[in-house]
């Protein structure tokens, strides 16, 4: 079955500081997508990133970096120079299969990062 | 980019009646949108697909006559939470992949319901 995990409930760091949240998937697809999304406490969902299985080169965007490894199947995000403006929800996320039929996506728990000044 | 809306963004309402929440793509065409709902400091469980011209399907331990979903049409689905109760009050968020590969998903603001 597949399964998503952030073992990481809360991480409060204070501003300046490099966090990184961790997230392991289960799956027995071959083809799957990951994701990371932000939600600050209005709800909204921010997309961050979409990796699928076959493209294992970490990416960096700004402050944000992302460490996909399929040897431990996790798919790990940091923010360098951590800002209070990054204090929000993240919830990382699997998608099995290509195709719409498999697209509904499987959420983490979610870590609360708070960022203090 | 693609965008998703929800209305209304809140509602409150009292206890027994129902609720019609609906999810719109502005800008693309959506075969298939998702229902989400996430109680709060909780993650977001998908509760259904929703299926433009055919039935929509559940996830498990979801009631179906409560959580009724029309997707009308390419652009419009709706999520009805029939005799609403207290332990329904939650976030509901509804996502549409535009195509038919998976690029990313669009969400939704997303509905807060407190039921009183």
């Known amino acids: 079955a597949q399964k998503v995990t952030q073992a990481q409930t809360e991480i409060s760091v204070v501003e300046k500081e490099d966090v990184t949240l961790d997230c392991v998937y289960e799956?027995?697809?071959?083809?799957?997508?990951l994701f990371w999304y932000k939600q600050p406490p209005s709800g909204e969902l921010v997309f961050l990133i979409r990796?699928?299985?076959?493209?294992?080169q970490n990416e960096i965007s700004g402050r944000y970096s992302w460490n996909f490894q399929k040897s431990t199947s996790s798919f790990n995000f940091t923010i360098t120079a951590s800002q209070v403006v990054d204090s929000a929800v993240y919830f990382c996320?699997?998608?099995?299969?290509?195709?719409?039929?498999?697209?509904?996506?499987?959420f983490g728990q979610g870590t609360e990062l708070s960022v203090k000044p | 980019g693609a965008v998703v809306s929800q209305h209304p963004s809140w509602v409150i309402c009292k206890s027994g009646t129902s609720v019609k929440i609906e999810c719109r793509s502005l800008?693309?065409?959506?075969?298939?949108m998702f229902w989400y709902r996430q109680f709060p400091k909780q993650s977001l469980m998908l509760m259904a697909t929703?299926?433009?011209?055919?039935?929509?399907?559940?996830e498990q331990g979801v009631e179906k006559d409560k959580f009724l979903i029309n997707h009308a049409s390419l652009t419009l689905s709706t999520l009805t939470v029939t005799s609403a109760h207290p332990e329904d009050s939650s976030f509901y968020i509804c996502?549409?992949?535009?195509?038919?590969?998976?690029?990313?998903?669009?969400f939704g603001p997303g509905t807060r319901l407190l039921v009183l």
């Open positions: 929703s299926n433009e011209g055919s039935k929509a399907t559940y």
């Open positions: 800008d693309f065409q959506a075969t298939t």
């Open positions: 996502s549409a992949p535009p195509g038919l590969v998976i690029e990313t998903q669009y």
């Open positions: 996320a699997l998608s099995e299969g290509p195709y719409n039929q498999g697209g509904k996506l499987i």
């Open positions: 990796r699928n299985s076959f493209d294992e």
């Open positions: 799956t027995r697809d071959t083809t799957y997508y």
